[in-house]
T-cell receptor, first 111, second 114 residues
């Protein structure tokens, strides 16, 4: 059983829809990363959060530390949001030293 | 500002050959790491470093060697390539001063071992 599980594995939606991607984890301390992997393969950091909610443009990330669950929301989705979204959880109290990753959610937004 | 630079982008090796994947960052990050990404699996940590002269093993270190002689560079060496090492490799860096620092990734190296 993966220590970090994402759902759904694949998601196809129409442009403009509200998107939710979930991440549940059984290990880790009290922080979580959300990453975006572009179709070309590059990976960028979207959010790093340890409590509550963070917002950046149309992206919103929430985390519930007690329930070990995080969600990534995309409002007014656009085809350029098509990517693989990955969550990662640190296994130690020492920052990013040992991260364990989910297998990713592949999001496709159809115009 | 280049960020994290990985070279080469693509590489084909024969079984038994050795090579070094290069990773350099210009953000003065203490933490650097190497991951491999295989189909259907999450990124897996190979080796990491929290500063010059300090390295440690990750989840899948066998067959790989690292050193960190400067803050900027963190090369990954394949000692004797095997087909099981066919993968996409990513280098990443971040600050360690703050517990929760964003990761900065290189663009990846696609390695094929025949």
């Amino acid at each position: 059983k993966n220590e970090v599980e994402q759902s759904p594995q694949n998601l196809t939606a129409q442009e403009g829809e509200f998107i939710t991607i979930n991440c549940s984890y059984s290990v880790g301390i009290s922080a979580l990363h959300w990453l975006q992997q572009h179709p070309g393969g590059g990976i960028v950091s979207l959010f790093m959060l340890s409590s509550g909610k963070k917002k950046h443009g149309r992206l919103i990330a929430t985390i519930n530390i007690q329930e070990k669950h995080s969600s990534l929301h995309i409002t007014a989705s656009h085809p350029r949001d098509s990517a693989v979204y990955i969550c990662a959880v640190p296994l130690t109290n020492f920052g990013n030293e040992k991260l364990t990753f989910g297998t990713g959610t592949r999001l496709t937004i159809i115009p | 500002n280049a960020g994290v630079t990985q070279t080469p982008k693509f590489q084909v090796l024969k079984t038994g050959q050795s090579m070094t994947l290069q990773c350099a960052q210009d953000m003065n990050h203490e933490y650097m790491s190497w991951y491999r990404q295989d189909p259907g699996m999450g990124l897996r940590l190979i080796h990491y470093s929290v500063g010059a002269g300090i390295t440690d093993q990750g989840e899948v270190p066998n067959g790989y060697n690292v050193s960190r002689s400067t803050t900027e560079d963190f090369p990954l060496r394949l000692l004797s390539a095997a087909p099981s090492q066919t993968s996409v490799y990513f280098c990443a860096s971040s600050y360690t001063g703050s517990r929760y620092s964003p990761l900065h990734f290189g663009n990846g190296t696609r390695l094929t071992v025949t």
